[in-house]
């Protein structure tokens, strides 16, 4: 059976958000971002056109497009119209798996009995923007490659089918540069030796894409050549990361539980940026000498930063711990995680503090997770 795969994307989330808090926006240059010092982390076509990007610092892209207006990101409202998003998906699609804030993919394989798949997508779509407000964007084709591309080539609020014996005349032309998850350092050395669109790429041989670029040289053929046999992961809130810490001797030291939940967080927030996951999620849960156990648990704005995520567990701790009693073990658990960068939640933050998370992971990346980390974590 041939596969029908959906790659869904929000058109310039961020930015469709804040327009519908605000219809003045509406066709205007807008950099979502925090302040001069700050990166942008969204932006509008209309600032594109100008060169704009993200994660380029404010101060250059307000030196490109000085008519820019700059908006201080609102995650939490964000959080919640993706959350929004995603329960008017998944109640009518089969398989869905939610590969970020902003875009999912859809498996419709089988759909075409019942529904034409691409007017199936149609109807979802319109249900997005009826339900949200939120102009959406999407692509069907046989696997998550081909539609993810289509996507990027159809937006704004694009409608798009590339059918199986369509794929290799669509991608042939484009620029390698359209491939997801191929990075700048693999693109300038493919353009150096002549490989600039994905049709020099699919008839580059194999072996020799393995010598320039190892392993992953085989994957980049088979997409260049529209192959991608990459499952749809079910979206589910169930996923999660955690740690717990059992004392040697229960305790009812304040403080020092504060300077463990601090070490746990760092701990977290690290495998969540490593692993290129946003939670939205938090548990704090303890455990009495009595064995008693009881847990705390808040919906956040999506984000993977240390002091955002400790401020959160701090307040839960606070709240789960009304006894006097003595505590033998402590947990936090992460959970609602999509993928996403650090950066979408750092809009009150400036570059500083953005190279700070960025050297402290490579620091704990090449002399492990203990190398460097915060005071307040340092057990007493």
């Known amino acids: 059976m041939e596969r029908a795969i959906v790659h869904m994307d929000l058109d310039t989330f961020f930015v469709s958000c804040e327009r519908l808090k605000n219809s003045e926006l509406e066709k205007k240059p807008i950099i979502i971002g925090g302040g001069d010092r700050g990166v942008v982390a969204s932006c509008s076509y209309e600032t594109r056109f100008f060169g704009v990007r993200s994660a380029m610092p404010i101060k250059m892209a307000l030196r490109l497009c000085p008519e820019a207006r700059v908006i201080k990101g609102d995650m939490e409202m964000y959080s919640k119209m993706s959350h929004l998003v995603t329960d008017v998906i998944q109640e009518k699609v089969p398989v869905l798996e939610k590969a970020s804030i902003d875009e999912f993919y859809l498996d419709l394989s089988g759909m075409d009995k019942f529904f034409g798949c691409y007017q199936w997508t149609n109807e979802i779509v319109d249900s997005v923007t009826k339900n949200t407000g939120l102009p959406i964007s999407f692509a069907l084709s046989t696997n998550k490659t081909v539609a993810k591309i289509g996507t990027g080539e159809s937006k704004p609020t694009g409608r798009f089918e590339i059918q ?76 999660s990361i955690s740690t717990e810490n059992t004392f040697s001797q229960d305790t009812i030291d304040v403080q020092n539980l504060r300077s463990v939940l601090s070490g746990m967080v760092e701990q977290l927030a690290f495998q969540l940026r490593q ?94 997770t203990s190398s460097v980390g915060r005071a307040s974590g340092l057990l007493r």
């Open 164 to 239: 199986e014996q369509n794929i290799k005349p669509f991608l042939n032309p484009l620029s390698i540069k359209k491939i997801p998850m191929v990075g700048n350092v693999t693109i300038q050395l493919l353009s150096r030796l002549g490989v600039r669109t994905i049709e020099t790429l699919s008839e580059t041989p194999v072996e020799i894409l393995q010598q320039l670029i190892g392993k992953n040289g085989s994957e980049l053929w088979k997409k260049a050549n529209g192959i991608d046999n990459t499952p749809i992961v079910p979206y589910s809130e169930r996923k």
């Open 275 to 368: 692993e290129k996951w946003l939670t939205s999620t938090i548990s704090v849960k303890i455990r009495y000498s009595n064995f008693d156990t009881e847990t705390k648990q808040c919906r956040i704005p999506y984000t993977s930063a240390d002091h955002t995520l400790l401020k959160y567990v701090l307040e839960l701790f606070k709240k789960v711990y009304t006894r006097r009693m003595r505590i033998r073990l402590i947990g936090v658990k992460f959970t609602g995680l999509v993928h996403g960068c650090h950066q979408m939640d750092l809009f009150e933050d400036t570059e500083e503090l953005i190279s700070l998370y960025q050297t402290m992971d490579k620091i704990k990346n090449r002399f492990g």
